[in-house]
């Protein structure tokens, strides 16, 4: 039975504030929709500099989505289950990428990896191995900055996992890594799936780090939102195209993880 409380009217101090942040966050998406330009839209999806930048787009979100997850899942187990010391430290430095400005990402990931970098001077010098301006520059740059969200979305799942599970499973001669493969990772499939798209998704709309360590180069480094921003100044229209493309993108996977992994709200 749904409580009194749930029907209660909503005061109107909280009512006006709540609708004016619902059209200040809706109004533009509304104004893209509104502004989109019909008629046009075959011809400037079919471009073809749009099919390059879209399928190098789906490719690299898709590595570094694989990457994170690779990384990302030992890491968010090291944070919610170890107890070493340092863990508030780590999971800090593990969330700056979330409000470290995209560019300044970028130019940190040029000095480590870079030509002349800690690391990248390294590999060119010893195997002649150059990461910026490539495919593997744009994989790297998402991946910094898309990570984090798999790794908080998995901790919270552990967080909120039942340690009792694990405990069984040690009881009965389970050593920590087939714990981890065959109980803790099934109980938090959900969480991992849903930190998976969220860091996909983030992946895909990457701009900043991207431009700053990979560059916008046609077919290599130009993903969408590069070539949105490059249409910006020459062909308005195709750029609310390619925008288009990306609200849709966003949209469809904000539906597929409530409908799947988020749950359904009460009714």
Do not use: K
């Not at 619902?22 to 471009?47: D, H, K, N």
């Not at 744009?138 to 984090?148: K, Q, S, Y």
């Not at 920590?176 to 990772?185: A, D, E, G, H, N």
């Not at 480094?221 to 229209?237: G, R």
């Amino acid at each position: 039975m749904t409580r009194a409380r749930d029907r209660a009217p909503v005061p109107v101090p909280l009512l006006v504030p709540a609708v004016l942040a619902v059209a200040f966050l809706v109004l533009p998406l509304v104004g893209l929709l509104i502004r989109t330009p019909w008629s046009s839209l075959g011809p400037a999806l079919t471009a073809p500099g749009v099919g390059l930048a879209l399928r190098l787009s789906l490719v690299t979100a898709s590595l570094a989505t694989l990457v994170s997850v690779v990384l990302g899942v030992p890491l968010a187990w090291v944070l919610a289950r170890s107890t070493a010391r340092g863990r508030s430290l780590l999971r800090a430095l593990v969330t700056v990428p979330l409000v470290l400005p995209p560019v300044v990402g970028g130019v940190a990931l040029f000095l480590v990896l870079g030509r002349r970098g800690i690391v990248g001077q390294w590999l060119f010098e010893a195997f002649g191995i150059t990461i910026p301006f490539t495919t593997a520059a744009v994989v790297i740059a998402e991946a910094f900055v898309a990570m984090p969200f798999l790794v908080i979305s998995v901790e919270g799942a552990l967080r909120a996992a039942d340690a009792r599970f694990e405990d069984v499973a040690a009881t009965l001669g389970a050593d920590r890594w087939t714990t981890f493969r065959r109980v803790t990772l099934p109980l938090v499939a959900p969480g991992v799936a849903a930190g998976a798209v969220l860091c996909w998704a983030r992946a895909l709309g990457e701009f900043g780090a991207t431009i700053t360590f990979a560059g916008n180069f046609p077919g290599t480094t130009q993903t969408m939102p590069l070539a949105v921003y490059l249409a910006l100044q020459s062909d308005p229209e195709a750029a609310i195209a390619l925008s288009l493309v990306l609200l849709a993108v966003s949209v469809g996977t904000l539906l597929l993880l409530r409908g799947r992994w988020l749950g359904r709200a009460a009714p």
